[in-house]
């Protein structure tokens, strides 16, 4: 005698199905991973593509472009190598005169201008009276614009109806043309620029020295240390950073001098920087070579010497200014 039982097999809960489940499980640990492997180089890639698009691009074609004799006027494109190079160092002394007057201004508007803004942050980092208006008042050239700028000051300094002359004529002094000599140019140019950034740069200097602990100048006041002591021992070693950094700034802006001697005279000839070139900037000898003589190929050779400049010049400053601040 047998007995055969017909046992059903146990019913699973309802929705629960074990193999979908596990897959489901390992498709979410393999997204997890690659969302944290990757997710840091999609956040950061907006950065490299407008970077390569705008700043590597660039200087890529300049390099590439500099080797060639690439011009509107040419027919086909040739490659060159370094003639471009050759003939800009050896045997064109425009470029030379271009560069002569831009470190010629650079220095007459870059010292006075650091210097004065330090004179005037550190007056302002002090209680007197008003201070919010007269820090309101130096941020006030930044906002105007450098063609109103120019405008105003070529007529300070025009030679029969200016200011400057009008003054002059007072003392019985003979009145000076200051777009005919390449010392009275680059004097009233470097105003202008002065006069735009010396606040510009006052309000960094004073953003530092509000960061300096007030109680390492209660400690020197305590020590019988003047107000002159305190500066140079506590607040120009504070503010290495600060000058270094406007330092690089100022030398970045004064090599690429362009809109205050382009606006500086009139007329179709603007951008030759006078009659005989005194104020003739590198930026604006660049734009002649490449917008008046369309020679595209040299104008890039232009432009790298440029940026050689400014890169050997910032390095310079920065060595400078991390020795002198490094002994006080």
């Given at each position: 005698m047998s007995l055969e039982l017909d046992t059903p097999a146990p019913a699973q809960p309802r929705g629960h199905r074990a193999g979908p489940a596990g897959g489901e499980k390992a498709r979410r640990r393999s997204l997890t991973r690659l969302d944290l492997k990757f997710s840091p180089y999609l956040y950061v890639l907006p950065f490299f593509v407008i970077f390569a698009t705008f700043g590597i691009y660039p200087i890529v074609y300049t390099v590439w472009i500099a080797m060639t004799d690439r011009s509107p006027l040419n027919a086909e494109t040739s490659f060159i190598g370094l003639d471009n190079f050759v003939r800009l160092i050896a045997d064109d002394p425009q470029?030379?005169?271009?560069?002569?007057?831009?470190?010629?201004?650079?220095?007459?508007?870059?010292?006075?201008?650091?210097?004065?803004?330090?004179?005037?942050?550190?007056?302002?980092?002090?209680?007197?009276?008003?201070?919010?208006?007269?820090?309101?008042?130096?941020?006030?050239?930044?906002?105007?614009?450098t063609a109103v700028v120019a405008l105003i000051f070529s007529m300070i300094y025009a030679r029969d109806f200016g200011l400057i002359n009008w003054l002059l004529s007072v003392f019985g002094a003979d009145p000076i043309d200051f777009r005919a000599s390449k010392f009275a140019s680059w004097f009233a140019i470097s105003t202008m620029v002065d006069w735009r950034w010396v606040g510009y740069n006052a309000l960094i200097y004073l953003a530092g020295m509000q960061a300096i602990p007030k109680d390492m100048y209660e400690a020197a006041a305590l020590d019988g240390a003047s107000r002159m002591r305190q500066f140079w021992s506590i607040t120009v070693p504070q503010l290495r950073p600060t000058i270094i950094f406007t330092l690089?700034?100022?030398?970045?802006?004064?090599?690429?001098?362009?809109?205050?001697?382009?606006?500086?005279?009139?007329?179709?000839?603007?951008?030759?920087?006078g009659s005989q070139g005194q104020f003739q900037t590198i930026t604006m000898y660049l734009l002649d070579v490449m917008n008046q003589r369309f020679q595209w190929g040299y104008a890039g050779a232009v432009s790298l010497l440029l940026f050689l400049l400014i890169a050997g010049m910032s390095l310079v400053n920065y060595l400078l200014a991390r020795r002198i601040s490094s002994d006080k």
């Amino acid at each position: 005698m047998s007995l055969e039982l017909d046992t059903p097999a146990p019913a699973q809960p309802r929705g629960h199905r074990a193999g979908p489940a596990g897959g489901e499980k390992a498709r979410r640990r393999s997204l997890t991973r690659l969302d944290l492997k990757f997710s840091p180089y999609l956040y950061v890639l907006p950065f490299f593509v407008i970077f390569a698009t705008f700043g590597i691009y660039p200087i890529v074609y300049t390099v590439w472009i500099a080797m060639t004799d690439r011009s509107p006027l040419n027919a086909e494109t040739s490659f060159i190598g370094l003639d471009n190079f050759v003939r800009l160092i050896a045997d064109d002394p425009q470029f030379w005169n271009a560069v002569y007057n831009t470190f010629g201004m650079f220095l007459m508007a870059t010292v006075p201008q650091l210097v004065i803004a330090m004179m005037l942050a550190n007056a302002l980092n002090r209680r007197i009276k008003g201070q919010t208006f007269f820090r309101m008042a130096i941020a006030m050239p930044i906002i105007t614009s450098t063609a109103v700028v120019a405008l105003i000051f070529s007529m300070i300094y025009a030679r029969d109806f200016g200011l400057i002359n009008w003054l002059l004529s007072v003392f019985g002094a003979d009145p000076i043309d200051f777009r005919a000599s390449k010392f009275a140019s680059w004097f009233a140019i470097s105003t202008m620029v002065d006069w735009r950034w010396v606040g510009y740069n006052a309000l960094i200097y004073l953003a530092g020295m509000q960061a300096i602990p007030k109680d390492m100048y209660e400690a020197a006041a305590l020590d019988g240390a003047s107000r002159m002591r305190q500066f140079w021992s506590i607040t120009v070693p504070q503010l290495r950073p600060t000058i270094i950094f406007t330092l690089i700034i100022s030398t970045i802006g004064g090599l690429q001098l362009f809109t205050e001697p382009l606006l500086f005279t009139s007329g179709p000839g603007g951008i030759s920087g006078g009659s005989q070139g005194q104020f003739q900037t590198i930026t604006m000898y660049l734009l002649d070579v490449m917008n008046q003589r369309f020679q595209w190929g040299y104008a890039g050779a232009v432009s790298l010497l440029l940026f050689l400049l400014i890169a050997g010049m910032s390095l310079v400053n920065y060595l400078l200014a991390r020795r002198i601040s490094s002994d006080k």
